[in-house]
């Protein structure tokens, strides 16, 4: 599996482009926010002659959803995620303003829910869908055994764990998400997380001090 990182919009978020030897992708977190980041996007699909097959989310924050609409009207494909966050599309050029980022827009609605457990395939790999709520009640980080890779989102950080002062979050919720379903992955296993660098299970385990 091939992973590309794309750091985007101004709450650093990251956005991770996944292909394999079929040239099928799937896009997790669209946090396009620019034309810029937008054309950064669609060159790297047209460069590796890429077919995007899913897009699928985390959790529905508005930085890790802005480049949704740009990608259902760009490839047609529009976006999945755990339904429990789907009450987070609403109002969200609202949201955005707040923040003093100005899109006029709506979200691009959602083509299915992701349920916990759910295989994501596309060429020749497979992500597992773990349902992780605490950041927000309907997160989802995705797993690749044979890759030993972990999409956490915002759950789960290098040193660090997700906030849980957003509507909805929770505290022991989160720290129970991580400790139960997360740290028992192997201690190799790669993870990708929402926003900042890499890390693994292992150094997590032994370093994080939230855990």
Same mark, same amino acid.
Do not use: W
């Given at each position: 599996?091939?992973?590309?990182?794309?750091?985007?919009?101004?709450?650093?978020?990251?956005?991770?482009?996944?292909?394999?030897?079929?040239?099928?992708?799937?896009?997790?977190?669209?946090?396009?926010?620019?034309?810029?980041?937008?054309?950064?996007?669609? +060159?790297?699909?047209?460069?590796?002659?890429?077919? +995007?097959?899913?897009?699928?989310?985390? *959790?529905?924050?508005?930085? *890790?959803?802005?480049?949704?609409?740009?990608?259902?009207?760009?490839?047609?494909?529009?976006?999945?995620?755990?339904?429990?966050?789907?009450? +987070? +599309?609403?109002?969200?050029?609202?949201?955005?303003?707040?923040?003093?980022?100005?899109?006029?827009?709506?979200?691009?609605?959602?083509?299915?829910?992701?349920?916990?457990?759910?295989?994501?395939?596309?060429?020749?790999?497979?992500?597992?869908?773990?349902?992780?709520?605490?950041?927000?009640?309907?997160?989802?980080?995705?797993?690749?055994?044979?890759?030993?890779?972990?999409?956490?989102?915002?759950?789960?950080?290098?040193?660090?764990?997700?906030?849980?002062?957003?509507?909805?979050?929770?505290?022991?919720?989160?720290?129970?998400?991580?400790?139960?379903?997360?740290?028992?992955?192997?201690? $190799?296993?790669?993870?990708?997380?929402?926003?900042?660098? $890499?890390?693994?299970?292992?150094?997590?385990?032994? $370093?994080?001090?939230?855990?």
């Amino acid at each position: 599996m091939i992973i590309k990182t794309f750091t985007f919009n101004p709450f650093q978020e990251n956005t991770y482009i996944l292909h394999d030897e079929t040239n099928e992708a799937v896009i997790i977190d669209a946090g396009c926010y620019n034309d810029g980041e937008k054309r950064l996007i669609k +060159l790297y699909f047209e460069e590796n002659k890429l077919t +995007l097959k899913r897009v699928i989310n985390t *959790h529905l924050h508005l930085d *890790h959803q802005f480049g949704n609409k740009f990608i259902y009207d760009t490839f047609g494909i529009a976006p999945e995620a755990g339904q429990d966050d789907e009450f +987070l +599309l609403l109002n969200v050029a609202a949201q955005a303003r707040a923040f003093g980022l100005p899109i006029n827009e709506e979200a691009q609605a959602l083509a299915s829910y992701v349920a916990e457990y759910q295989e994501i395939k596309f060429g020749n790999s497979s992500l597992k869908a773990i349902h992780v709520p605490g950041h927000s009640p309907g997160s989802m980080a995705f797993y690749s055994e044979t890759d030993e890779v972990l999409f956490a989102g915002d759950v789960l950080f290098q040193g660090s764990i997700g906030r849980t002062d957003l509507v909805k979050g929770d505290y022991a919720t989160l720290i129970s998400s991580i400790t139960k379903k997360l740290l028992p992955l192997p201690d $190799s296993t790669i993870v990708y997380c929402g926003h900042g660098p $890499s890390t693994t299970i292992g150094n997590e385990k032994k $370093s994080n001090p939230y855990l």
